[in-house]
């Protein structure tokens, strides 16, 4: 499977993690690769997401969704609108030990979602299609993470009753204006802004964690 993308994205998606702090270890490597590899041949059809180039994918897909990784909390995770499953799909690579729920409302993003699921033999992935705010689940999310899905206050009112006691929610973001921040409100709270330097991105990247008032982890 490297060979369909070249020896150059698996050098630098292991340069990529070293910087990043995390052990590129061969297994979760080669899979992390494999699941490149089946996003650039579907892109190719289904139009999943605006960058084509898999030297491109692997900073501004894999290694941007693993950049995360240490902020992660508990062990059920809700990726909202996953799209092409990012970050989720990366993540659920990298902690195999953990739930990954991942969550869209597009049918041929859904199609893919199954599709990687499968191929990658991802037995800690369940995908659900459905908007957030209709997701019914009673048990709750430890972590509910987006990627470019909505404003700091949508994600808040459409997701944020998934969340389990002492749960949080982790939006990526390129940019973020103080009025987006402010237009976050009871009983939401902006717990922490983190800058996150990417290997390969020179843009803006940040992760916004927002905490749910009058809630206590179990």
């Not at 893919?112 to 369940?126: I, M, S």
């Not at 700091?152 to 002492?166: F, I, K, Q, Y």
């Not at 204006?177 to 390969?200: D, I, K, M, W």
Request: net charge neutral.
């Amino acid at each position: 499977m490297v060979n369909a993308i070249g020896a150059r994205a698996e050098q630098k998606l292991t340069e990529g993690l070293q910087a990043l702090g995390l052990q590129p270890e061969a297994a979760k490597l080669a899979r992390l690769l494999e699941f490149l590899a089946l996003l650039a041949k579907w892109n190719r059809t289904y139009n999943l997401t605006a960058i084509d180039e898999p030297l491109e994918m692997v900073s501004r897909h894999l290694l941007d969704s693993l950049s995360i990784a240490p902020h992660l909390c508990g062990q059920r995770i809700l990726d909202v609108g996953s799209g092409a499953g990012l970050p989720g799909i990366p993540l659920a690579i990298w902690f195999p030990g953990r739930e990954f729920h991942l969550l869209d409302s597009n049918g041929k993003k859904i199609r893919f979602l199954f599709q990687a699921k499968v191929a990658l033999a991802l037995a800690n992935v369940t995908v659900h299609q459905v908007r957030a705010e209709a997701l019914d689940d009673a048990q709750g999310f430890d972590c509910v993470t987006s990627r470019a899905f909505a404003s700091l206050a949508e994600m808040a009112r459409v997701s944020g009753h998934l969340l389990a006691p002492g749960g949080c929610l982790l939006a990526m973001k390129a940019s973020l204006g103080e009025e987006e921040v402010a237009a976050v409100t009871t009983p939401y709270t902006v717990a922490s802004r983190t800058q996150l330097r990417v290997p390969g991105i020179c843009s803006e990247r940040q992760l916004v964690k927002i905490t749910r008032q009058g809630t206590t982890a179990q």
